[in-house]
């Protein structure tokens, strides 16, 4: 099949919904969600009507089996279901169930490395000499004993570790327990593909794949130079630029080899993690992109610039600057790819909190993130509102744990309803539950909760032509006020404006915008507006034009 960018593709138009499937719904009891209960809340996420969520695609966090060491992100078998999850076959049924409600499934595939408790690497450690060495990354300490190079963990301390059976150090960039495959061996390669080909053939429509900018890493693994922001006492991963083992040029013949393998199929897609500036996330879609990644997510919405923690600020001038350098970057053809949350950074709601108005920004986040142009993906419950849960220190699960980065508090169990259990479980849940009081049967019984603004704007975006493949175009019309029109020839053109100052903002909207079509208050809904609007703060609305 050759592939063209026809602007067609299902992908295009689909708002993908992020399920952590540990914490999503457990089905017998022992406080870990698995695929069965994942089955029995498919209604929720879309059953046809607008009453449910919606949305068109999940991406399953990794299903593999594993120990579990970084929650799945250590792969002991690429072909299978961890068993806490379910088995193959629960796997098929939930593929069936999806896309007997037309929705469409990614898996989160994880190409960097493997655990060290993979076949692979309990091959490859047994000897210097066993066929699999070459399949992750080895090398002898320097000369004066020191490690091969400056390279760290992701998760912090250096990126090696030394076999002592063996008497070579091994490369990790993330704990230990997850050595790097080397990617420059076509036995990898080829193995790597028929993982995909093999979850192809069972009918998983794509893949968000896990730090795909990391998999190529410099030849000779040549150090990493010295980080000019870098201040003593900061964090020692940040000691250097990540350009030896991140982005690294030969990374994109790798790229185009997996997407080589989706273009086997029909209508499939791949989105990859990836970290860096505009320009750089912009190369991974490739040439026109054409034979790269279908979608490469823009995290900038979230953070900006490492260190990951300094969060993106909820204001105009940040959101003008980064929506408008993503367009700027993107090849003809790339279509963006935006997240406000994910399973390794702080929801919104808690990092948007300082004054206590969080709820708001979350509000007005959902008229940003479903009219901006490209592929949204919700994180589950932030639907509902969920907020980092804080873990009291004896319950920490994460590896990668410390005060910085810990991931737990955005981990915790989906909330659907308020029995000690919340719906999620009927045992001990794996993280603690956070406040009663947010969960989904309370949302259903508010009149505006937060779910019915987010299930309201993924319906609305669905007839709206402009909305998921018009153009972008900036307005001025405020300093506090990120403000853009999107438009497609014969649909109808949507303004959209954000205040993200505390106080009103009037403005003074362009000619022939008429009706409020979504709005962070319900109320303003179906008002026809003429001349000016003004909004009050932290408020945001969709404008159609008359
Ligand atoms: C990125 C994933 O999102 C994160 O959760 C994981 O720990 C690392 N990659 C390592 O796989």
Redesign the pocket.
């Known amino acids: 099949m050759t592939a063209t960018a026809t602007g067609d593709e299902w992908w295009r138009r689909a708002v993908i919904y992020q399920v952590y499937p540990r914490s999503f719904q457990d089905s017998n009891g022992d406080g870990i969600g698995d695929l069965p209960g994942l089955i029995d809340r498919l209604d929720y996420l879309n059953d046809g009507t607008p009453g449910s969520l919606g949305i068109d695609a999940i991406w399953l966090?990794p299903t593999f089996p594993s120990p579990m060491k970084?929650?799945g992100?250590?792969v002991s078998d690429y072909l299978g279901v961890a068993a806490e999850f379910g088995d193959l076959e629960t796997m098929d049924r939930l593929l069936a169930e999806c896309h007997s409600r037309d929705i469409r499934v990614l898996l989160?595939y994880?190409p960097?490395?493997t655990s060290d408790q993979h076949p692979w690497f309990l091959e490859a450690r047994a000897s210097r000499d066993n066929p699999k060495r070459d399949w992750y990354v080895w090398r002898d300490a320097k000369p004066d004993g020191s490690r091969p190079n400056n390279w760290r963990s992701?998760?912090g301390g250096p990126a090696w570790t030394f076999d002592e059976a063996t008497g070579q150090y091994y490369l990790h960039?993330?704990?230990k327990e997850?050595p790097d495959l080397n990617w420059r061996n076509p036995g990898v390669v080829q193995a790597m593909h028929d993982v995909l080909r093999f979850w192809l053939d069972r009918g998983v429509d794509g893949f968000r794949i896990?730090?795909m900018g990391m998999i190529v890493k410099h030849p000779e693994l040549a150090d990493n130079p010295p980080n000019p922001n870098w201040v003593p006492g900061g964090s020692d991963r940040m000691q250097h630029l990540w350009v030896n083992n991140r982005n690294y040029p030969d990374v994109f013949e790798a790229v185009r080899g997996i997407r080589g393998v989706l273009d086997e199929y029909d209508a499939r897609v791949a989105v990859g993690?990836v970290f860096g500036s505009a320009e750089e996330i912009g190369k991974f879609y490739g040439e026109a992109a054409l034979n790269g990644l279908h979608l490469a997510f823009n995290f900038q919405l979230i953070h900006e610039s490492e260190p990951f923690n300094r969060y993106t600020p909820w204001d105009a001038t940040a959101l003008r600057r980064i929506i408008e350098n993503a367009e700027a970057a993107l090849p003809p053809g790339a279509q963006p790819c935006y997240a406000i949350a994910?399973?390794?950074r702080s929801r919104f709601i808690s990092r948007n909190n300082h004054d206590g108005r969080g709820l708001e920004r979350a509000r007005a986040s959902v008229i940003l993130l479903m009219a901006l142009r490209g592929t949204p993906f919700v994180y589950y419950g932030e639907e509902i509102g969920m907020t980092d849960v804080e873990i009291p220190d004896d319950q920490l699960q994460d590896?990668?744990r410390f005060r910085s980065f810990g991931?737990d508090p955005a981990r915790t169990p989906m909330q659907w309803d308020t029995s000690p259990g919340r719906g999620f479980t009927t045992g001990r849940p794996w993280l603690p539950f956070g406040p009663e009081t947010i969960n989904l049967e309370s949302q259903l019984q508010q009149d505006d909760s937060l779910f019915a603004l987010y299930r309201r704007a993924i319906w609305l975006r669905k007839d709206q032509e402009s909305l998921y493949r018009g153009v972008f175009q900036h307005i001025d019309l405020d300093d506090d006020v990120f403000a853009f029109k999107r438009e497609w020839p014969g649909a109808r053109s949507i303004l959209v404006i954000i205040n993200t100052a505390i106080e009103p903002r009037s403005v003074v909207l362009p000619e022939g915008y008429g009706q409020v079509l979504l709005a962070t208050r319900r109320e303003a809904e179906g008002r026809p507006v003429a001349g000016s609007v003004v909004l009050p703060g932290l408020a945001g609305m969709w404008v159609a034009r008359a």
């Open positions: 966090s970084d929650f992100y250590d989160d994880v960097n490395h992701a998760f960039s993330f704990l997850q896990d730090v993690e994910n399973h390794d590896p990668a991931r």
